[in-house]
C-alpha cells in the first residue's frame, strides 16, 4: 500500500494514477506501446473477453441468416447464452473473493464486508439485490439489442464489415471499442447524476458504496439501457457479428470484473490478473468524481478527476461541498 496519508483504504495501488499516455505531453511512445500491451497481451480482461466473444460466435450464435426474422428459437438460445456467462463470470468472481475469500484481505481495496442487510436493498440483502437487477432485467436489455442488432445486420440495415474486405478496420474496431466506452461512459455517468436523474435511476447502482462482482451491472432498468446502448455506435460504422457479441460483452463483462473490490486476483502471492480499478472505487465512496475511465482523460479534463492523493482528496471535498451547498 502507498503512504499517502488517504485514510479508510485496506489496499491502494500506486498513487497519484496515471491516465493514458496517448494523452500526456510531450509524447512517450515506449509508454505508449506498454500502455496497450498491458490492456491486451498476455492474461487480460479484453484478451479474455476476445476470446469468448469468438467462441459465442463459433459454438452458441444462430446463423446471421437465421435471424432475419425474429423466432423464439433463437432469440432464447442467445438469451441463455448471455444468462450463463453472466452466472459463470460473476458467480466466479464472487465465490473467488467473498465465498471461498481466497485471497482474503490482499488487495482488497475496502477493508469493509460486503452487506448482508439493508433497507436500502430491495431484496433485503446487497448480493441478492444485485443479482436480482444484474440477471432479471439486466440479461433481458443485453440479449434484447443483440436482438436488435443481429436483425438489422442480417436484413441490410448497417453495414457488414468483414475481415476480406475491411481487415484493417475490423482489427481496429477491438482496439476502439473500449476508447469509446470511455468517452461514452463518462458522458452517460455525468448526465444521470444530474440531481433528478440520480435520485430516481442512478441511486440503485449506488446503493452500494463498497462494491463486489454483482455491483457492476446493479442498475436501473433505464440506466442499463443508457448503458448498453452505447453499441448502436454500430448501425453506423457497420459490424462483423464478433463485434457485436465483443462489444456487449466487454460492457457487460466487466462492469462485473472491474467491481470486484480487489485490484486483482492473486495466485502464489502475484497479481495475475488486473480486474478492480481503484479510479472508480473511489467514485462509489465519494460520490462526485471519477466519473470516467483512464482511457481518455475526460474528469482531468473537466476538474473531477481523483487521483488517489490526499491533495487531490481535498480538492474534491471542496468540491462536494460546494455542489451540496449549491
Not at 222 to 235: A, C, K, R
Request: a positive charge; one cysteine or more; proline letters at 6%.
Amino acid at each position: 500500500m502507498s503512504d499517502t496519508g488517504l485514510k479508510g483504504w485496506n489496499h491502494m495501488p500506486e498513487v497519484p494514477l496515471k491516465v493514458s499516455p496517448f494523452f500526456i505531453w510531450p509524447p512517450n511512445p515506449v509508454e505508449m506501446v506498454k500502455w496497450v500491451w498491458n490492456s491486451w497481451a498476455l492474461i487480460s480482461e479484453k484478451l479474455i473477453i476476445l476470446g469468448l466473444a469468438w467462441a459465442s460466435l463459433i459454438w452458441f450464435q444462430p446463423p446471421l441468416e437465421e435471424t432475419k426474422t425474429f423466432a423464439v428459437g433463437w432469440i432464447a438460445q442467445m438469451y441463455l447464452r448471455n444468462l450463463v456467462l453472466a452466472l459463470a463470470v460473476g458467480g466466479a468472481l464472487h465465490l473467488w473473493f467473498y465465498t471461498f475469500s481466497a485471497q482474503g484481505q490482499a488487495l482488497k481495496y475496502d477493508p469493509r464486508p460486503l452487506m448482508v442487510n439493508g433497507k436500502q436493498f430491495t431484496l433485503g440483502g446487497q448480493v441478492r439485490d444485485n443479482m436480482f437487477w444484474t440477471l432479471g432485467p439486466g440479461v433481458l436489455i443485453w440479449t434484447a439489442y443483440e436482438v436488435i442488432l443481429f436483425w438489422a445486420l442480417a436484413n441490410g440495415h448497417m453495414p457488414l464489415l468483414t475481415w476480406a474486405a475491411h481487415p484493417v478496420w475490423f482489427i481496429a474496431l477491438f482496439l476502439l471499442i473500449p476508447v469509446w466506452e470511455s468517452f461514452y461512459f463518462y458522458c452517460i455517468h455525468r448526465l444521470i447524476h444530474i440531481p433528478v436523474l440520480y435520485r430516481h435511476i442512478h441511486y440503485l447502482h449506488h446503493r452500494n458504496i463498497n462494491v463486489g462482482p454483482w455491483s457492476g451491472m446493479s442498475m436501473h432498468p433505464i440506466e442499463q439501457m443508457i448503458f448498453l446502448g452505447s453499441v448502436f455506435i454500430h448501425l453506423l460504422i457497420g459490424a462483423h457479428p464478433v463485434h457485436i457479441l465483443f462489444h456487449l460483452q466487454y460492457y457487460f463483462l466487466t462492469a462485473m470484473s472491474t467491481h470486484t473490490g480487489y485490484q486483482g486476483l492473486l495466485i502464489k502471492d502475484k497479481n495475475r490478473l488486473n480486474l478492480g480499478t481503484f479510479h472508480h472505487q473511489m467514485h462509489h465512496r465519494y460520490f462526485e468524481c471519477n466519473y470516467g475511465s483512464l482511457e481518455i482523460p475526460w474528469d482531468k479534463w473537466m476538474g473531477t478527476f481523483h487521483d488517489g492523493t490526499v491533495e487531490a482528496n481535498d480538492r474534491m471535498a471542496d468540491r462536494r461541498k460546494r455542489i451540496m451547498g449549491r
